[in-house]
């Protein structure tokens, strides 16, 4: 029999969230992996509990860790997957160990709780049916453009993580590329004594000093009534190219201005001629 990997959500700043299946899980796992010893060590002390052992699992730790999961599990001991909070493998480490342990034979297996992104999207007053995550923005370059504009042609609720300290520069620019009418909501500080939730347009959005923890939730971009064909999509692309864009901002420009996966954009781009070969006669 081999043992369970329980990934184990903890709390994202109110302690009193802790589920008590997770208490009991953490105190039976022969092996407890954390991204920060000391950090678990705190929650698991105000608890009340000992883990039998703790093992680090970050970027750098967690290829190697995967190895040693997997020969506990083999060994049909269980092991717990924490993260420094909310839920493991959402934006944080844990996705591997999961792929070690199916890879093992074993069951993979949820103790449920908080998660920052699922807080602060069904508090946001934005549409829950449909949503995506988006985690954390690349931080710089062709890939965080790129991320912006899918972000600005997705017709679903997004959601997004944010550091303090570039809250303030990502909302600039999901505001030059959504547009300033685009309905945002602001989860701060969520489950925490200085919890607020900021609604509001891009345009209005007045953020002063950004402090603590933040989730940002934007409304996906409305769907048009005009029906986008083919041939529209082309003329887009060729007025885009004579302007003097390569066929990769083009695709990305008329993506964003139509609302259409970047994708099919670039599919029909690559077949369009260059601007050099519309000027040769
Ligand atoms: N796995 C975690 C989860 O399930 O929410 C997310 C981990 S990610 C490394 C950390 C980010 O989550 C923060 O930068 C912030 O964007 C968001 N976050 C975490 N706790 C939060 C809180 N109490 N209020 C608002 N955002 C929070």
Redesign the pocket.
């Known amino acids: 029999m081999t043992g369970t990997l329980w990934l184990v ?1 903890t709390p ?2 109110n302690l009193g969230d802790i589920a008590p299946r997770a208490r009991e899980t953490l105190e039976q796992s022969a092996l407890v992996c954390c991204e920060d010893t000391r950090r678990t060590g705190r929650l698991l002390q105000h608890l009340g509990i000992t883990a039998r052992a703790l093992a680090v699992c970050n970027d750098h730790t967690e290829h190697r860790l995967a190895e040693r999961v997997a020969n506990e599990l083999a060994a049909g001991h269980d092991v717990a997957v924490v ?10 480490p844990g996705e591997r160990l999961v792929h070690a342990a199916i890879n093992a034979g074993a069951t993979v297996s949820a103790i449920p709780g ?4 699922i ?2 999207l069904i508090t946001s007053g934005l549409p829950t049916e449909r949503f995506v995550m988006e985690g ?1 923005l690349p931080r710089r370059g062709q890939e965080r453009t790129d991320r912006l504009t899918d972000i600005a042609a997705e017709h679903r609720t997004i959601v997004l ?3 303090p300290h570039r809250i303030v520069r990502t909302l600039a620019d999901l505001t030059e590329i959504c547009g300033g009418d685009r309905q945002i909501s602001i ?6 004594l200085h ?1 607020e939730t900021i609604r509001s347009t891009l345009a209005e959005l007045r953020l002063e000093e950004p402090r ?4 940002i939730v934007i409304a996906g971009r409305p769907r048009e009534q005009q029906t986008i064909t083919e041939e529209s999509i082309r003329d887009a692309l060729e007025e885009a190219l004579s302007r003097g864009l390569s066929r990769r901002d083009a695709a990305a420009d008329v993506a964003r201005r139509l609302g259409i996966p970047r994708r099919q954009a670039y599919d029909l781009v690559i077949q369009s001629p260059s601007p050099q070969e519309m000027n040769t006669p």
């Open positions: 959500a994202i700043g993260s420094d909070a909310g839920t493991p493998g959402i934006s944080d908080a998660c920052a992104a807080s602060a954390f993580y944010e550091a989860g701060r500080e969520l489950t925490k919890e603590g923890e933040y989730v």
